[in-house]
Nanobody, 119 residues
Framework: QVQLVESGGGLVQAGGSLRLSCLAS????????MGWYRQAPGKQRDLVAA???????NYAESVKGRFTISRDDAKNTVYLQMNSLKPEDTAVYYC?????????????WGQGTQVTVSS
C-alpha cells in the first residue's frame, strides 16, 4: 500500500509558477511509475505528466515546455514544476503511483490539490 499526499496548490496569476509536491508513505516509490493527473470541473481526469522508475518522462501536449516532473526517491517525493501557467491549467491536480506504464493503470491516488490560475 502507498499513501500519497499532494501539496503546493493555490491561486496564482497567469504567467506565474507553482511547484506541486507528492509525498508518499507506506512503501518506497523507487520502483513505481509516478504520475500527475488533473481534473477541471465537468471534465475527465487527464494525465499531465509521468515519470518512470528509470527517470523517463512523458507529458501531455498542452503542458510540454512549461511543466517538469521530477522525483526524489530518497525523499519518497515527486514534484511537478509548473511555469507559465494559464487559466486553462486550473484544475484539481492528483498524484498517482502505479506498476504499469506512464499511461497507466495507476494503483494509488492522492486526494488532490487545487490549482487556480487567474487571468
Amino acid at each position: 500500500q502507498v499513501q500519497l499526499v499532494e501539496s503546493g496548490g493555490g491561486l496564482v496569476q497567469a504567467g506565474g509558477s507553482l511547484r506541486l509536491s507528492c509525498l508518499a508513505s507506506g512503501n518506497i516509490i523507487s520502483t513505481y511509475v509516478m504520475g500527475w493527473y488533473r481534473q477541471a470541473p465537468g471534465k475527465q481526469r487527464d494525465l499531465v505528466a509521468a515519470i518512470t522508475s528509470s527517470g523517463r518522462t512523458n507529458y501531455a501536449e498542452s503542458v510540454k515546455g512549461r511543466f517538469t516532473i521530477s522525483r526524489d526517491d530518497a525523499k519518497n517525493t515527486v514534484y511537478l514544476q509548473m511555469n507559465s501557467l494559464k487559466p486553462e491549467d486550473t484544475a484539481v491536480y492528483y498524484c498517482a503511483a502505479g506498476f504499469g506504464s506512464s499511461w497507466g493503470p495507476y494503483n494509488y491516488w492522492g486526494q488532490g490539490t487545487q490549482v487556480t490560475v487567474s487571468s
